[in-house]
């Protein structure tokens, strides 16, 4: 095990999630707990995340002293580097206090010194490019520590102790804007702590079903299925762990894409025989966002009127003791500010929101920590179908938020069947593993055109697809424009109601990837 201690940055899940790749498991741990942790899991090795802090201000979060005297390898990422500086004797300096604004963004280091944190990986007199978020930085290092690779803005940009196998990098490995990070990473737990590499999704599951199993005893779970794919594993996880005490509750609400509510009822009921509550309130929803044009109204009455069904559902089903969700690591992050304030709500997604409150429930969340290609593994690993867990994402909301406007049954018709041409076009060109996301949108515009020999005044249909690897960063696909000239006149062609076809070329910040 290598323990993880949280000092608050929005990043710590991506340091788990690259000593995940290596093999190697991992457990994160706020900066509180650290000293519990090191005595009950006797970690082979420590990393201190980034933090939103600033190491000489007051009241600034600090890592417990019986870490660097355990006799283990540590490696300080960013504020973990300054803050083992600091604790081991050395000096850390504010932007402010020196007058230098920070660094941000792609920086390059260069290499002074072999150390085994690069064996195999970095020379000496090597360039390589990293990522770095810092304003504060490291003045004069701790005794034991010398310095192996600089940067313009970081003399001290990787520091190594050999001797106590302590290493300090101002940068942030486990970005995928650092190229060598996970590499870097995967030397640490494996080279530096001497961790076997050997841990894999088999592992994670044995692991969760056996943590499932202690959080719940005998009680009984109640899980809500939207459709996509998080919730379905979630979902099969918690049944492999305590087979009929979970009951699924399927909240139809009308918005899913086309034929996906009979894959997940086939699914559950033919393909795992697990019991499953399938409810049809489309009509419930329709009724509710007449006149609604807001997207956060919307997504705020989506996400209510969800509940208000599934909690009419558990009622019915007898009740539960606990609420199980799919809930990713992505979701907890833009909905929740993991430090308490400094965050900012982009989109309410509707999987997270107040639910537990509300129906008095403990949460049975196996998935929190992971990101959504890992959930594709453990789906995998679970043996659900290729093409349930290859499917693309798909937000809870529906396709409420890809119809800006008012969101009509008519309308999501209309984009129901143009989004099932998209996707029909996008598996037959082979690229539909290659996307993240594809997905078209109903725009509120009518424009005028010309079929046969008559006047057409008609919608306007955006097809948006992107490549990420996580869902917080996105690139446009780059379709050859064959591809979309032919998907435009099949959608124009095939759909009563479109008239014309654009494509939206939009990157991730600073757009999102839904419309709404
Ligand atoms: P955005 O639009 O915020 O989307 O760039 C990032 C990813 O999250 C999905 N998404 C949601 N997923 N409930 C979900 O389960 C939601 O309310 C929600 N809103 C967005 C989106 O499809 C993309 O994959």
Not at 213 to 238: E, F, H, P, T, Y
Not at 277 to 306: Q, W, Y
Request: charge should be negative; proline fraction near 5%; include cysteine.
């Amino acid at each position: 095990t290598i323990l993880i201690v949280d000092f608050g940055s929005q990043v710590t899940q991506l340091i788990a999630r690259r000593v995940r790749e290596a093999g190697v498991y991992s457990q994160i741990v706020p900066f509180t707990g650290a000293a519990d942790a090191l005595r009950n899991l006797r970690p082979k090795g420590v990393i201190l995340s980034g933090s939103p802090a600033s190491v000489p201000g007051e009241g600034s979060p600090r890592a417990p002293q019986e870490l660097f005297d355990a006799g283990i390898p540590v490696l300080g990422i960013c504020y973990g580097q300054q803050v083992m500086t600091q604790q081991l004797g050395g000096e850390v300096r504010s932007g402010r206090e020196t007058g230098e604004g920070g660094e941000f963004g792609r920086a390059f280091l260069t290499v002074t010194q072999q150390c085994r944190l690069f064996d195999g990986l970095w020379q000496v007199g090597e360039r390589h490019q990293v990522w770095m978020s810092h304003g504060d930085k490291v003045t004069r290092f701790a005794s034991g520590f010398e310095i192996v690779a600089i940067s313009d803005g970081a003399p001290f940009a990787v520091i190594a102790d050999e001797e106590r196998c302590f290493y300090g990098v101002q940068f942030h490995p486990e970005v995928v804007h650092t190229p060598d990070g996970g590499r870097l990473i995967a030397n640490f737990v494996r080279h530096v702590c001497g961790c076997a590499g050997d841990w894999t999704m088999a592992e994670f599951r044995r692991t969760k079903i056996a943590e499932i199993r202690d959080q719940v005893g005998d009680a009984k779970v109640i899980c809500g299925l939207s459709g996509g794919v998080d919730s379905a594993v979630a979902a099969v996880l918690i049944h492999e762990a305590i087979g009929d005490q979970l009951t699924c509750v399927f909240v139809d609400h009308g918005l899913l894409r086309s034929g996906e509510a009979d894959q997940v009822v086939s699914l559950f009921r033919g393909h795992y025989n697990i019991p499953l509550v399938h409810r049809d309130a489309s009509v419930l929803f329709m009724n509710g966002l007449k006149g609604v044009i807001d997207p956060e109204a919307k997504r705020k009455f989506i996400g209510k009127t969800f509940i208000d069904v599934f909690e009419d559902e558990a009622k019915r089903s007898g009740g539960a003791d606990f609420l199980a969700q799919g809930t990713l690591y992505p979701d907890v992050i833009e909905s929740v500010s993991l430090t308490g304030g400094t965050g900012v709500t982009i989109k309410s997604h509707h999987n997270v929101g107040g639910l537990p409150e509300r129906m008095d429930m403990q949460l049975v969340e196996p998935l929190r920590e992971l990101f959504k290609d890992e959930v594709r593994a453990l789906g995998r690993e679970l043996g659900l179908p290729e093409v349930f867990v290859g499917r693309h994402p798909f937000p809870g909301p529906g396709l409420a938020i890809r119809i800006p406007g008012e969101v009509t049954r008519e309308r999501c018709d209309i984009l129901r069947k143009a989004d099932a041409i998209y996707l029909d076009e996008i598996r037959k060109a082979g690229l539909y593993d290659a996307i993240w996301q594809a997905f078209a949108v109903l725009l509120p515009v009518r424009t005028v055109g010309v079929m046969g020999d008559s006047r057409t005044y008609d919608n306007v249909c955006a097809l948006r697809a992107v490549t990420s690897t996580d869902g917080m960063t996105a690139d446009v696909y780059p379709f050859d424009s064959g591809f979309l000239t032919a998907t435009a006149t099949r959608i124009v062609n095939e759909v009563a109601g479109i008239n014309r076809v654009v494509y939206d070329y939009t990157s991730k910040p600073p757009g999102t990837i839904e419309w709404e």
